[in-house]
């Protein structure tokens, strides 16, 4: 099971961290990735690493922004955005794929998913 954490409203130009928490097997098993949706819109990719951090994988539309980082001994993965947009806005989820090594951008790749975070930011 996936948990997310720390969506809320803030301003454009802002930080927000969200959390992914990780229950049953450990996170270490797993790729990790962030997805977002906004309303109307189609899911979409953020950003992915592979399960010791070796490797990752970040939109351009997020990239030198948002950062993914994960702690295998908490069974928690992160996401710091930083220099928040108003297009930013959207519901984060994080995914956990089986192929540890895969960092793909495609929602379909993912195995597990939890149920998201609303991340609102004002202009």
């Not at 990239?63 to 993914?68: A, E, Y």
Request: aromatic letters at 12%; charged letters at 15%; proline letters at 2%.
């Amino acid at each position: 099971q996936l948990v997310e954490s720390g969506g809320e409203l803030v301003q454009a130009g802002h930080s927000l961290t969200l959390s992914c928490k990780a229950s049953g097997r450990p996170l270490s098993y797993y790729a990790i990735g962030w997805f977002r949706q906004a309303p109307g819109k189609e899911r979409e990719f953020v950003t992915a690493m592979t399960w010791n951090g070796g490797s990752t994988s970040t939109a351009d539309s997020v990239k030198g922004r948002f950062t993914i980082s994960r702690e295998n001994a908490l069974n928690t993965v992160y996401l710091q955005m930083n220099s928040l947009k108003p297009e930013d806005a959207a519901v984060y989820f994080c995914a956990a794929n089986l192929k540890w090594y895969d960092i793909s951008t495609s929602s379909t790749s993912y195995d597990y998913w939890g149920r998201g975070t609303q991340v609102t930011v004002s202009s």
